[in-house]
């Protein structure tokens, strides 16, 4: 083998206008947009090819992140022992950080992180109240590693989802307040699966998220500007099956939020959180759900998540069990161990593709905040009934998709099975539930997209 062999200089460089005019002569006379070129629910068109020339255009910035990504394990802690037993089993099997969600504040954080190695795992905290004292009993428990706590903190989202306040907006306000007062740099959340999984599309996703996430940058800049340089804002991030698309969302979150926040001087690295999302898992033919997630988990990966939960395939049906939560733990390890996507940072960086749509997704989202910003804000928005409106424009969308057959299932409304029964196997009702109730507002209400169509065939079984 020749050591100066020098095979690139063998091909010439073929310009993009020359790919297109080969493409033009082999249609025959079609025509190439009509033919080749689709659009995507937001808008975005996606051509069949792409060449080092559309990136001359882009004005691409980085998003700064910390390398690597970490497998992630979901814990209901409704008993402190079970749920110690279950994070400590968890974390011997593969898990390198663990979400404790706590119903109350009855759960003692001692007994909850007995014998966990805080050192080796990142520990992060869904409370589903708002107490400072609580807060406080964390970083008490865990102030050898206090960098290894996340606290998650997010009022704004949980207005969204339940419609009120945790108590009014002045003392959540003044709860808030007394949290970042004890200087924990990881306390700030914004939950942007709420709006995927109740059928926002990808640019509502991203403007929302930042529009959210600039609700607490506001804040933070009136009461606590000292923190700013130091604050590191979460976001939970649903992830969808649109493979590369859900890549260049996260990626585009990170320059959004980049850019967002060098307006207030605040720290511009930002930390996520990715899950599955619950829209497109089924009730029939359930085992597809593995299948979803996989690639869900992949685009997460790829798109520089944090930290990835993965759901378990009978998540919407069963309640929690070893063995749905050890395929979806395993999925994980699978990507990480045998597949290798732990061996490259970045590995989207310089994709013509992926960088011409996170440039797309960014820059469509970027003006819908701005149009948000304009009419008052996210809160003037959410209380005004603005939000919620435009993401059930959203979602009545897709439905309608699904309905027509336009968007696939399989194994629900394409290539179904009638010989696959369900009705006996329901632990949980997996359905939205209607709870009427008095709110400030109209909550965004989660929902899946094959809903409508479980329930009347679980009726027909």
């Not at 460089?13 to 002569?25: P, V």
């Not at 033919?35 to 629910?41: A, R």
């Not at 969600?101 to 992060?124: A, M, R």
Request: charged share 25%; with cysteine.
């Amino acid at each position: 083998m020749m050591s100066n062999l020098k095979l690139f200089n063998d091909f010439p460089e073929i310009s993009s206008k020359a790919w297109k005019q080969k493409i033009q002569f082999d249609l025959q006379g079609e025509d190439y947009n009509e033919k080749l070129v689709w659009e995507s629910p937001e808008g975005i068109k996606v051509k069949p090819f792409y060449h080092s020339e559309d990136l001359k255009a882009l004005k691409l910035k980085g998003a700064t992140k910390n390398t690597g990504w970490r497998i992630g394990q979901g814990i209901f802690s409704g008993n402190t022992k079970l749920a110690n037993k279950k994070a400590l089993d968890a974390i011997a099997r593969g898990a390198e950080s663990i979400q404790f969600t706590i119903p109350s504040e009855e759960i003692k954080i001692h007994e909850l992180l007995k014998e966990i190695d805080l050192g080796q795992t990142d520990i992060y905290f869904n409370l589903q109240f708002l107490s400072s004292s609580y807060v406080i009993s964390i970083l008490e428990a865990t102030k050898n590693q206090i960098n290894k706590v996340y606290l998650n903190v997010d009022i704004i989202g949980n207005l969204a989802k339940n419609g009120n306040w945790q108590f009014n907006l002045n003392q959540d306000h003044k709860i808030l307040d007394d949290i970042l007062n004890l200087n924990h740099t990881q306390t700030l959340c914004v939950d942007v699966a709420l709006y995927e999984n109740a059928g926002a599309n990808l640019i509502q996703q991203l403007a929302y998220a930042v529009a959210h996430a600039n609700e607490y940058l506001n804040h933070l800049n009136d009461k606590h500007k000292d923190t700013l340089k130091r604050t590191v804002i979460t976001f939970k991030v649903s992830v969808g099956s649109n493979y590369f698309f859900e890549i260049a969302k996260l990626r585009a979150l990170r320059i959004l939020f980049g850019t967002l926040a060098q307006e207030y001087g605040a720290l511009e690295q930002c930390h996520i959180i990715a899950t599955p999302t619950f829209r497109n898992k089924t009730l029939y033919d359930y085992n597809n759900n593995m299948l979803r997630t996989t690639t869900e988990c992949m685009s997460a990966i790829l798109g520089e998540a944090d930290m990835v939960i993965n759901m378990p395939y009978d998540a919407i049906y069963h309640k929690d069990n070893e063995f749905g939560e050890r395929m979806a733990r395993n999925q994980l390890l699978i990507l990480k161990h045998e597949s290798y996507f732990d061996k490259v940072d970045n590995a989207a960086d310089g994709t013509y593709y992926i960088e011409s749509i996170t440039h797309q997704l960014s820059t469509k989202a970027l003006d819908l905040f701005k149009q948000i910003e304009a009419g008052g804000g996210f809160l003037v928005q959410l209380k005004e009934h603005i939000i919620q409106k435009k993401i059930k424009e959203s979602a009545a969308k897709e439905q309608d998709n699904f309905n027509r057959l336009d968007k696939i299932l399989v194994g629900t409304n394409k290539h179904a099975s009638r010989l696959d029964k369900m009705k006996d196997n329901l632990e949980m009702y997996p359905f939205v539930k209607t709870n009427t109730r008095k709110t400030l507002i109209e909550p965004i209400i989660e929902k899946r997209l094959s809903e409508d169509w479980e329930q009347k065939r679980l009726k027909i079984e």
